[in-house]
């Protein structure tokens, strides 16, 4: 087994890397950063510039499986510009890898997993979604990852099984959301956002990462939800947050307009609400290490968890 990650060297990316280095599984990767390019026996760096539609076919040679990650983060203001970045991020690059593909042998490829989002479900306090729904969100983000998942769908006319994973709010101490959410705890200014009432559907980095590699070990096929089994409102992860590093919440709910008027349309992320069921990858076997947000931010956040630098200077040794 050999696999090809785009997107290795952000946040999930390191932690999907890892997890098939464990395994002694061999990685190639895709960087727009030739400085990012590493040659090793476990870790081969190649280089594409998928804005202009390159890619060095030798990054599919011995590939048996293929993990697609590029886009660019939607937690950035939405200025018009920026919602075209992160549109043409995500096709671009799925695009070029189709590219890449129709010039090379692909025979021995058995699968491709693409991260999608479950921002294509339409906003909802009361709906449980699950991957048989087939409405979209009406909002930026749900028609990007319509787009997004349309394009996965290309990758059809290929003998390999493809699956989509729909990723929901990714917990980790090292980045993402988890640190921006903590910190206005950790200085006693923490609050929930609006009514609280908003569904989060969210999993453990670690979690997330041995989904996808249990999704190419047992050559899955089709749409999964890439969420712990139990979702839980914003105010209950507040809650939970508070609890994990022992800070009162003094506050009042933070209102809607004031982040509206700080975050612009990106305050969107803040209260949309997607309840989303994690069944269909349960049936395949799949078992979760942490199934509840309480056990999930302890680990993540308590006061056994290593020092954030030491586990950034582990990963810079590993993978830079």
């Given amino acids: 087994m050999k696999v090809l990650i785009t997107g290795a060297t952000g946040l999930v990316g390191k932690a999907i890397t ?8 061999p990685v190639h990767y895709l960087t727009t950063s030739k400085k990012k390019i590493v040659s090793s ?24 499986s293929i993990i697609n990650l590029a886009g660019a983060t939607i937690a950035k203001k939405w200025t018009h510009s920026y919602k075209e970045k992160v549109l043409s991020s995500r096709i671009d690059s799925l695009s070029t890898l189709n590219l890449g593909l129709a010039k090379v042998d692909s025979s021995q490829i058995e699968h491709f997993i693409s991260a999608s989002a479950i921002g294509i479900y339409p906003s ?3 709906d449980l979604c699950d991957e048989k729904d087939v409405g979209v969100d009406d909002s930026f983000l749900g028609k990007v990852v319509q787009k997004w998942e349309e394009k996965i769908n290309e990758f059809k006319k290929y003998p390999f099984n493809i699956a989509t994973m729909r990723i929901g709010i ?6 993402g959301a988890l640190p921006k959410m903590a910190k206005p705890i950790k200085n006693f200014v923490g609050a929930a956002m609006g009514s609280g009432e ?12 041995e989904m996808f ?3 190419a070990t047992n050559n899955l096929k089709g749409v999964y939800n890439a969420v712990a089994p139990n979702p839980v409102t914003n105010a209950k992860m507040t809650k939970e947050l508070a609890k994990v590093l022992k800070r009162p919440l003094i506050l009042p709910n933070v209102p809607k307009s004031i982040m509206k008027l700080v975050l612009g349309e990106m305050s969107y992320l803040l209260f949309a609400s997607q309840r989303v069921c994690s069944k269909r990858i349960e049936k395949e076997g799949f078992v979760f290490t942490y199934p509840n947000i309480g056990s999930a931010l302890e680990n993540l956040l308590g ?11 582990s990963l810079d040794k590993e993978y830079v």
């Fill in 18 to 25: 890892k997890v098939l280095h464990q395994h002694d599984v």
């Fill in 41 to 64: 026996e476990k870790y081969q760096g190649y280089y594409w510039n998928p804005s202009e539609g390159e890619i060095d076919v030798a990054c599919f040679d011995g590939v048996t």
């Fill in 124 to 126: 909802s306090q009361i």
């Fill in 170 to 175: 990714v917990l980790s101490h090292e980045g």
């Fill in 198 to 209: 908003q569904w989060q559907s969210w999993i453990h980095i670690d979690d997330l990462a």
């Fill in 213 to 215: 590699v249990f999704a």
């Fill in 303 to 313: 006061s056994s968890r290593p020092r954030q630098e030491d586990a950034l200077v």
